[in-house]
């Protein structure tokens, strides 16, 4: 197999993986909610370079959270269906990972919306 074909190959299972997240965990479709009126207010307030910058990274970081948020959940529900004390750590690290990024999300979102209004 060639090089490029090896290429398409990994973003092909990386868009999968995406595809998993989106269509199977409720917490990432939640956000992609959030995202909708986030959007369309910045559209409407007209903002400008650095707010967009500001607000995709956001994004971006609450969305990258969740993918891993969901990808330990997975891997937890591989190795036991059962109670484990590490395991329950492992799933509230990684939701408070998830947390702490939609926190610091609001944050930015206040710095940049409190000026308009």
Excluded: C
Aim: charged letters at 15%.
């Amino acid at each position: 197999m060639n090089m490029i074909n090896r290429i398409f190959k990994k973003f092909s299972y990386a868009f999968r993986g995406l595809k998993i997240a989106i269509t199977t965990d409720n917490s990432f479709k939640i956000h992609f909610i959030f995202i909708l009126p986030v959007m369309a207010s910045g559209l409407y307030l007209d903002f400008g370079q650095f707010e967009w910058i500001v607000i995709s990274i956001s994004i971006g970081i609450v969305l990258i959270a969740e993918l891993f948020n969901t990808s330990i959940e997975y891997l937890v529900k591989m190795f036991t269906d059962e109670y484990h004390e590490l395991a329950e750590k492992l799933l509230d690290i990684s939701a408070g990972a998830v947390l702490m990024s939609a926190i610091l999300s609001v944050i930015l979102a206040l710095f940049i919306y409190i000026p308009y209004i």
